[in-house]
Each structure stands twice: as C-alpha cells, then as structure tokens.
C-alpha cells in the first residue's frame, strides 16, 4: 500500500472504499502497535497484524478497542524467549540481515529486515533466513521486506477466518466470493489460493516463480499505485 514508503495516495482509495459501504480489513505482517494505529485513524473496519497473530477493531462509538490474539500471554512470552535466541543465530549466519526497525512494537513474531533499511540481500540468503527459522521449528514468512518468524500453527487466512466468524458474524468458508483480496508477497499465498477473487500489485512479480498459489489478477502498477487501480476498478464496478 506505500510506494517509496509513502501512502498518501492509498490512504486516499481507502477512504473512498470505506464510503462506498465496503468493510476494508489491513492484513499486514507489521507489528502489533502499529496495527493499534491503523485501527484507531484508518477508516478500517479492523487489522489484522503479524501475519495472523492478532486483529485489533476499534469501536468509535464506544471508544473502545477489540483485541483478540491468536495465542494466550504465557505461550507468546515462551516463544518470545525461543524466538529473540533465534535472532542471534540468523544475525551471525546472515551478514548483511538486521532485527528489524519495528520489532520492539512486536508481541508475538521476529521479523528479519532483508530489504527495508539495510542493503537488499541476494535470494539465496533470504532463503537461508526462512530456512534457519524452518530448522528450529517456527513457521517462516517471507514479505517484500522482511521475513517474519513465529512458533505456531497460524497464519493470515486462519485469523482472517476467525475475525470474520467472531467479528462479522461470517463464515468465510461460505462466503468468500464476497471478498476481495489484494496482496503483494509470498506471505500472501493462502490468501491467494483462498479467495476466488484475489489480486496481486504488479511488483508480485519477482515472487511469481514460487508461488504455487497465485493471484487471479496482477494490476498493470505497482505497490501503493497498483492499490489504487485496484479501488478504482472496484469502485467503477459498483
């Protein structure tokens, strides 16, 4: 959703699809305390943060926020410990990788910086990353910057499916024609093999080779500007 790190034209599409009457819900691997932020100032209907480890909504109304986790406080403290050791390890067999910039406002995931603020890492090394973190038993994610690590069997489309039922009162198994998704990493592929109608930015490119579940649709542009096509089609379409 940014292009050059800005979102200033995203945020403007999703302003104009929350007018519309559509429910938007951010599906993002950032962290928790930014995810308190979108919930509270974007016009979102809820988040959905740390690739499946938690959704935040906030009810405006009642000035109150909803947050519900994956996993209880004792199990993400015992993975936290399992998980900042692990860090060390990927950071002395990765020259070049960096704990990323917005770990410290993360409660359930380690996330790896590979392309954000430090130099961009050869794929292999990526690889290597997501392959230490396989090897100590924690699931593995790679994004268009990062890649994210944690203990657990969750992922973006199992807390997507527990939101739904537990937010919205919908079951997504019966009623996922009615949503859209838009993606643009490897993280995304459940949701991509998930919902019929799913879009990629055209900068899902340089992941398309190993995906086995891609997108039905690319747009023509690129990250925060292939959102924006993508809520002007669906906003001329209703």
């Not at 945020?11 to 559509?22: H, N």
């Not at 990788?97 to 990526?126: H, T, Y």
């Not at 086995?212 to 649709?217: E, I, K």
Request: aromatic share 10%; proline share 5%; with cysteine.
């Amino acid at each position: 959703m940014t292009s050059a790190g800005k979102l200033a034209a995203a945020y403007a599409a999703l302003e104009r699809l929350a007018a519309s009457g559509l429910r938007v819900v951010p599906v993002t691997g950032r962290p928790a305390g930014w995810c308190d932020l979108i919930a509270r100032f974007w016009p979102v209907a809820a988040v959905i943060g740390e690739n499946g480890a938690l959704w935040y909504s906030y009810d405006a109304a009642t000035r109150r926020m909803r947050r519900r986790y994956r996993d209880d406080e004792a199990t993400r403290a015992a993975s936290r410990a399992r998980l900042d050791r692990l860090a060390a390890e990927i950071l002395a067999a990765v020259p070049g990788a960096a704990i990323a910039a917005d770990q410290p406002f993360r409660v359930a995931d380690l996330a790896i910086d590979w392309c954000e603020d430090v130099a961009p890492l050869p794929a292999a090394e990526v690889e290597r990353i997501a392959a230490i973190f396989a090897a100590s038993g924690a699931t593995a994610k790679v994004s268009s910057i990062h890649v994210n690590g944690w203990f657990g069997d969750y992922d973006k489309l199992a807390m997507t499916k527990s939101l739904f039922a537990d937010l919205f009162a919908v079951d997504l198994e019966q009623r996922r024609e009615e949503v859209l998704f838009i993606g643009d990493s490897p993280n995304d592929e459940p949701m991509f093999g998930f919902f019929p109608v799913s879009v990629a930015v055209a900068n899902i490119g340089a992941f398309l080779p190993r995906l086995a579940r891609r997108p039905a649709y690319v747009t023509r542009r690129a990250s925060g500007e292939g959102f924006v096509e993508m809520a002007e089609w669906l906003l001329a379409a209703r």
